[in-house]
Every structure is written in C-alpha cells, then in structure tokens.
C-alpha cells in the first residue's frame, strides 16, 4: 500500500489533539481553580481553623468541574488547531503564518481571561458562563484592571524560578565534577549535567510557584468583589495594601461598603455575591 492510504484521517487526529490538550489544559486548571479556593478561604476568614486544601479540591472535582472543563476545552480546541496548521503542507505559506500568528493570540488572550474566570468559580460556585461574565464586570466596572497594572509578582516569581534552575545546575555540576573530573568526560559531562539541571530545576519551581500566582490571581478577584472583607479580616494586610498606593484605598471606597461622601451622597456598597468557600 502506498504511503498516504496508511495516513490517519485529519479529523481523527485532530480529535486526538483536541483531547490530548483538553487533558491537560484540565489537570493544569484544577491546580488553579484549587489554589484560588484555597487563597479565597483565607480573605474571608479572620481566621482559618481547619484545613482549606482538601474542601477547595472537592469544590473544584464537583461543582466546578463542569466549568474548569469547558473553560479548558475553549483553550484546546485553539491548541489543536495550531498544531494542525504547523503540521500541514502548507505550514510555512503566508496565510497560514497570518492564521497562526492570529490563534496564538486569541489563545493568549483566552488563558488570560479563563485565569480569572476560574478564580470566579472556586469563590462563589458559578457556572464558567457566569463567572466570565462576572470577570468581564469586574475589568470594566471594578477597578480590577488597575488592580492588575500593580501586579509584579510575575516577574518575582521568575526570577525565584531562574534561582531553582541555578542552583539546580551548580548541584549537578559539583555532582557530576566529583565522578568525571579525572575523566576523558571532563569537562563535557558536567557542563551537559549543569544544562539539564538548570532547565528541570527551573521547570519544577516554576511548577510550585504555580501556586502563588494563582493564589495572588484569587485574591485580586476577591478585593475588586469585596474590599471590605479584606479591611474587616484582614486590617493590618488592608493598611499596607493602602499605604503602597492609593488607587487600592479608592476601590475600597467605591466598592467596599466604605461610608463615604466623596461626590454625592454617602453610599454602602455591599459584596457583589454571595461566597461559597469555607
């Protein structure tokens, strides 16, 4: 038979794909929406007396589950699509360069957005079309936006990943050294060692600090909903919060349920929904 009656249909192998990537788009978004119940337990308890991890993962494996799958098979669908496109004949064409330049940043775009929407999810238990309405709310009418302009624990939590990766490498070269420094392999074997090491030391902190920016992601969402659960819980992370800019005070005068008079008449705004987390 010839070569190409032995090629697998287009369409099996981009079901293939799409669930290759839905899988892991939903392992990776489990992490995420568990990390925000989590984060979100802590601002609205004063105090937190029993173990959050185990209850946000339940939420997250149950009535979240729905969500974190549709929101996850959006992102996988475009993922499959990218990989099709590079694998065509017709890869390096200047239409398809112009459609794969377009999906990457649709793509982008919607991983940023599913961030936050998930965030949504694992703090009040809505449904994914819900909860991206709930964000698209918060962008445009609740100061998150500005909120997010703050945010420089990206770059913190590189740089932490930069250090693993370092350190993992300078442990590998010292190891490698103490074996092959007598050696015809010297110096290549702990140069190639040191390599490695950087790379998978710097994956698997990348990994847990994972946890952090979707913690940091949870909480963002939480002050723009309700400010005043953190002034109420958390006074003296409100006072600092405060004092390092001005606009994060603002949105707790606007949105927070602050009794103020700033324009016109003293208004209480109240949480815009109830919370499920425990």
């Known amino acids: ?6 090629q697998v249909p287009m369409a099996i192998m981009f079901g293939f794909l799409v669930s290759f990537y839905w899988g892991l788009q939903v392992n990776k978004n489990i992490s995420h929406t568990t990390a925000c119940g989590v984060a979100a337990t802590w601002y609205f308890s004063a105090s937190v007396d029993h173990k959050p991890t185990p209850a946000a993962f ?4 149950t009535t979240s ?4 799958c549709l929101g996850s098979l959006m992102v996988a669908f475009l993922q499959a699509l990218r990989a099709m ?3 065509s ?3 390096r ?8 330049c377009l999906l990457q940043c649709v793509e982008s775009l919607i991983r940023y957005f599913n961030q936050y929407a998930f965030a949504q999810c694992a703090i009040y238990g809505t449904s994914f079309i819900e909860s991206a309405k709930a964000t698209w709310n918060l962008f445009m009418t609740r100061g998150l936006t500005a909120i997010i302009n703050d945010d420089l624990t990206g770059m913190a939590l590189m740089a932490g990943a930069f250090i693993g990766g370092i350190c993992a490498a300078a442990i590998g070269f010292l190891i ?5 420094r007598h050696t015809t392999f010297w110096p290549t074997v702990p140069v190639a060692v040191a390599i490695y090491g950087f790379i998978v030391g710097m994956m698997f902190t990348l990994c847990v600090l994972t946890v952090l920016a979707s913690s940091v992601i949870s909480l963002f969402v939480c002050y723009a909903e309700d400010p005043a659960a953190m002034y109420q819980n958390h006074r003296e992370e409100f006072e600092r919060l405060s004092q390092a800019k001005d606009s994060w005070g603002s949105i707790y005068t606007t949105h927070g349920g602050a009794r103020v008079q700033a324009v016109g008449p003293v208004i209480e705004v109240g ?8």
């Open 1 to 6: 038979p010839n070569a190409e009656s032995n």
């Open 89 to 91: 004949r017709r890869g």
């Open 93 to 100: 064409s200047f239409i398809t360069l112009i459609a794969l």
């Open 176 to 180: 490698s050294m103490a074996f092959y």
């Open 65 to 68: 589950f729905g969500s974190v």
């Open 85 to 87: 496109l590079r694998g």
């Open 271 to 278: 949480g815009a929904q109830p919370v499920v987390v425990q």
């Open 58 to 61: 339940k939420r997250t494996m």
